[in-house]
């Protein structure tokens, strides 16, 4: 059974509830205002698609922050609603809270086409996967749309059990559409020769996915505080640098395995007596007793551009250091630089290395940048998510 999505069923005179990824940072004075507004735009390809289709009403849902099952303002979904009211023209009404007695008075009006949920974590049975709250929620439409990538790795009621009440008329949007079929490209089949580069600050958060990637790569570039591990179970030096002995153990386990020749590490680095001190160039992979290591160096770059020369397609997820300090940054954009000047389809996926890519100016130039951090690395895990595969076969509750 394929998935749908939602350019594959009839919207007209339908009411649809649709699932999204609402939840955006909010400056910390002033609540108003929305500091990254991505997630947001992304998702009005699918609601207006939607609307133009002439549903009879959309109800939109999504979380905000982590409020613990407790309504608390702070978390409210209004910002959401007046930035969409204003980007699609239309009145966008903000219910009390998402299971609110006026919403099946409001769906028989002709008025109010376009209904906001509040905020769905104000109760705990959501992240729960509690089935009468999601039973609750889907009496409120025909169809239900999940766009909501950002959170297709959790369990939750209105990503999960949800799809139980909709048998054949739960469909996928747009931006789910996009995310997974570039997942798709680098996780079943990739266009070869396929290079990783992968960085961050622990192995142990990403084992799983390394060794899943050692068997489909050509090489698999490792850099940041991820390279430490790997580094001191070769046996060299790494003075103060991060590196848990747990980390080291992981790393010896990979570097025993037969594909661990694919396995590149930095060859000189960037460091400091401690974190945010004054840099200093290490011209050598072993690191000085005193110094911590906190970006790659110049030689590293060189031999990782060597590496990714004629590559077709590259995944990178993890910084090569700490890119938030500009003294330990240029690694990091150095990768970005390096990735987009290739002829190949490049992913950035995982949190951290989505904001170091935007904040390099360079994500408009990469194939696909995923606006899910933790769902993108689960999908690189386990070569799907349990939200998608709710929508595609439905859930047995
Ligand atoms: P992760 O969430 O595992 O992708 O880790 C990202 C974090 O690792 C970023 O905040 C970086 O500042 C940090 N990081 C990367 N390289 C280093 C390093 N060499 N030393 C310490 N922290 C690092």
């Known amino acids: 059974m394929a998935l749908k999505y939602v350019d594959e069923i009839e919207l007209k005179g339908k009411k649809v509830i649709a699932r999204f990824d609402f939840n ?84 028989t009006l002709n008025t109010n086409n376009i209904i906001l949920l509040e905020n769905l974590r104000f109760h705990k049975e959501e992240e729960a996967g509690d089935t009468e709250f999601a039973k609750a929620l889907s009496e409120y439409a025909d ?62 958060d990403k084992i799983k996915i390394i060794e899943r990637l050692l068997i489909n790569v050509d090489s698999l570039i490792i850099g940041g505080a991820m390279a430490y591990p790997f580094l001191k179970a070769q046996g060299h030096s790494v003075g103060k640098s ?5 980390d080291v153990k992981l790393a010896a386990r990979l570097l025993k395995m037969s594909s661990a020749k694919k396995i590149v590490l930095p060859v000189d680095h960037v460091a400091s007596t401690e974190f945010a001190g004054a840099p200093q160039n290490i011209n050598s992979v072993d690191i000085p007793e005193d110094l911590m290591a906190l970006d790659i160096g110049p030689k590293s770059l060189e031999l990782f ?21 500009k003294d330990y940054a240029a690694g990091t954009f150095g990768v970005a630089k390096l990735l987009s000047e290739l002829n190949a389809f490049t992913l950035v996926g995982g949190g951290d290395s989505v904001s170091a890519v935007k904040k390099s100016g360079l994500a408009e ?19 799907t998510l349990p939200g998608i595969k709710a929508l595609k076969f439905g859930v047995d509750l």
């Open 24 to 107: 955006v940072p909010l400056d910390k004075e002033d609540r108003s205002k929305i500091t990254d507004t991505t997630r947001i735009d992304e998702a009005l390809e699918t609601i207006r698609y939607i609307l133009d289709q002439g549903c009879s009403k959309l109800i939109l849902m999504s979380h905000l922050g982590r409020p613990d099952g407790e309504v608390n303002k702070k978390y409210s979904l209004e910002p959401v609603a007046t930035y969409l009211a204003e980007h699609l023209g239309q009145e966008v009404t903000l219910t009390e809270s998402c299971l609110d007695r006026g919403i099946k008075t409001l769906l």
């Open 305 to 325: 551009r060597d590496k990714l020369a004629g590559a077709k397609t590259v995944l990178w997820n993890g910084p090569m250091g700490c890119f938030e300090e």
């Open 143 to 204: 169809i239900y749309v999940n766009d909501a990538f950002g959170t297709a790795h959790r369990k939750h009621a209105s990503t999960y059990q949800i799809n139980a009440y909709f048998k054949n008329r739960a469909v996928g949007g747009f931006l789910l559409k996009k995310e997974i079929q570039a997942l798709e490209k680098v996780v079943e089949k990739p266009q070869k020769p396929f290079v990783a580069i992968t960085g961050g600050a622990k192995v142990s």
């Open 242 to 246: 991060l590196c848990s002995d747990e």
């Open 365 to 383: 130039k990469m194939s696909h940048v995923s606006t899910g951090g933790g769902a993108s690395l689960e999908y690189l895990e386990q070569g």
